[in-house]
């Protein structure tokens, strides 16, 4: 099973590379089941029903949500009606929405659930490590893999949720930070991990938004709008393969596209230099034995 995870669309650009490109990049790489965190899809605040329905369009099989859920005040009315959406798991149960979703394709179930994170986040949210036992208990009998959104600030409570789930679901990604890190790795008991999956949308600006008036606020201290940024879009997302029979994940890495110049580019080019020198050596070495060996056999 491939899965390929989606971080946080952000307004208008982010909706608009995931139609131009999702469709190919989805053909392309085998994608069984793509899940997207969609809770910046509405420039930047949160989703609504109509663009829930244009990333499902655009060839996206889930949205996962964050604490940006209620920005939209229509979205209360309308989360109930959109399939193949979940609320986090861990707001209160008061809360509209559903807590999980089931996916059928190419013979298998994948189930996607998100919990919020509590360390540094304002949102109100029960225990996300009793929830997410509680979640895996629910979801894993109806799947055949079990997928975890969790959607949080800091990098020690990300890590944590993945020792906890390790050896019963099979991926925990982070979300909310907008920023991708470069940690993809599989857990002892075969759970795949990625701190956070990053952003889509545009990246000149800072996490999505224009980018003077937010070092602005951080000169001088003083409120302002933060809106939207334009520029430079780029999809960030992960790839997953998990084996089914084994309920192991057997395959994590980051995909960002276009891509950044980046260290693969980088040490594909130092590797091409070595065997270049080594190849150089190996010549010298060869043309300075030669008159040796036609000595010995004169
Ligand atoms: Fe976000
Ligand atoms: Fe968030």
Redo the contacts with the bound molecule.
């Keep these: 099973m491939r899965v390929f995870f989606i971080g946080d669309i952000v307004g208008k650009p982010g909706r608009k590379i995931l139609t131009e490109n999702l469709p190919s990049i989805r053909e392309r790489l085998g994608v069984d089941f793509v899940i997207a965190n969609g809770?910046n899809s509405a420039g930047g605040n949160g989703i609504t029903k109509n663009m829930a329905e244009e990333l499902y369009r655009a060839g996206i099989d889930v949205i996962t949500l964050?604490?940006?859920i209620w920005d939209q005040r229509c979205f209360e009315g309308e989360i109930a009606s959109i399939d193949r959406l979940c609320r986090p798991a861990n707001v209160p149960h008061s809360n509209p929405g559903r807590d999980f979703v089931v996916v059928e394709k190419n013979g298998m179930k994948l189930g996607v659930f998100s919990l919020l994170g509590q360390t540094l986040m304002k949102i109100k949210s029960d225990c996300p490590f009793a929830a997410a036992s509680r979640m895996y208990d629910k979801v894993a009998p109806l799947c055949d893999a079990v997928f975890l959104d969790f959607?949080a600030e800091t990098t020690s409570e990300k890590v944590s949720m993945a020792w906890h789930l390790d050896g019963r679901a099979q991926a925990v990604v982070g979300t909310?930070t907008h920023i991708p890190t470069n940690d993809a790795r599989i857990f002892p008991k075969g759970l795949a991990f990625l701190s956070d999956a990053g952003m889509t949308g545009p990246w000149h600006s800072c996490l999505g938004r224009k980018w003077e008036p937010i070092l602005q606020k951080f000169i001088d201290g003083r409120p302002r709008p933060f809106v939207m940024a334009e520029g430079d879009d780029r999809i960030c997302a992960v790839i997953i393969d998990i084996d089914t029979e084994k309920k192991r994940a057997v395959f994590v890495e980051p995909f960002i596209y276009p891509p950044f110049p980046n260290s693969a580019e980088l040490w594909q080019k130092a590797k091409e230099a070595e065997a270049a020198e080594r190849a150089a050596k190996e010549a010298a070495k060869a043309a300075a034995e030669a008159p040796a060996n036609d000595a010995e056999q004169k």
């Design positions: 809770e964050g604490d940006h959607h909310h």
